[in-house]
């Protein structure tokens, strides 16, 4: 597998550069991140709101997949950009958890103020609030709300039924009503 040329890898899908990149093909490697590196670099902007540590966050996303390819099951007929997404969203969430970090970049639909200033300001309380939920509940929101996955996306990406995401979103918007109506 190793003498393919680049050219040739080019046409390959990623879950057949996955296969190469497993027996550590670093042209293989070079085509995933070439691919991919803007995408999954601004998923990560989205969460550490910096481009420094978004970079960092991203190049130990591509560590982990050049280390440790085998964590990618092709027999779950998972696609590359699903499984590299909850990656780099996990390396994200341990950057943030490990800066005692809650940002979370919210974005225009969970305000109705017409008001900048005064939209800014209900975008921060919204983040406090929004940080005092469970873990569990946290993701939840930001995969269905903000990053605009479906409950069966987000579920596949939490790892539960989609019946289990359903309840986590309900008990998670009670929660957040009950917060809501605490604060104000």
Avoid: G
């Avoid at 995408?39 to 130990?60: C, G, H």
């Avoid at 591509?62 to 964590?71: A, I, R, S, T």
């Avoid at 699903?82 to 800066?99: A, E, G």
């Avoid at 969970?110 to 609030?129: P, R």
Wanted: aromatic fraction near 14%; charge should be positive; charged fraction near 30%.
């Amino acid at each position: 597998m190793s003498d393919v040329k680049k050219e040739n890898l080019q046409l390959l899908s990623d879950e057949k550069l996955l296969e190469y990149i497993k027996d550590y093909n670093e042209k293989a490697f070079d085509i995933i991140v070439e691919r991919h590196s803007k995408r999954f670099y601004m998923l990560a902007y989205k969460y550490v709101s910096n481009y420094d540590n978004a970079d960092d966050i991203l190049q130990t996303s591509f560590m982990k997949l050049w280390q440790k390819p085998y964590l990618w099951n092709s027999e779950k007929n998972t696609k590359f950009t699903t499984w590299f997404y909850r990656i780099v969203v996990n390396s994200s969430l341990d950057w943030l958890r490990k800066n005692n970090k809650t940002h979370i970049q919210l974005d225009e639909r969970l305000s109705d103020n017409k008001n900048q200033e005064s939209e800014a300001t209900n975008k921060i309380e919204v983040q406090k609030i929004i940080s005092k939920l469970p873990y569990k509940y946290q993701k939840a929101i930001l995969l269905y709300y903000i990053e605009d996955f479906t409950y069966s996306e987000a579920a596949d990406f939490m790892d539960i039924t989609t019946k289990s995401f359903e309840s986590i979103i309900y008990r998670a918007k009670k929660k957040l009503k009950t917060l809501f109506e605490t604060e104000n």
